[in-house]
């Protein structure tokens, strides 16, 4: 076995793991969204649940979040 063989063997086990990932994001179920935000239980707008499915945080709690993620 050649080092183009080895090489293209990574490649090939590389792209398999990488398509059943890609796979078995596919399969998870969309997350239905919160009816309140999970950290101050503020209701979250009906517009923003449809906006983004599987949200769990009001507008206000999301910005904090994104702020404290940033640092
Ligand atoms: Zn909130």
Redesign the pocket.
Known sequence: MDVTDRASDVEEATREAAIAAQLALARQPVRASATN?E??G?EIPEGRRTAQPGVL??V??KCIQERMNRR
């Open positions: 935000c950290d101050c503020t945080l009001c206000g709690c």
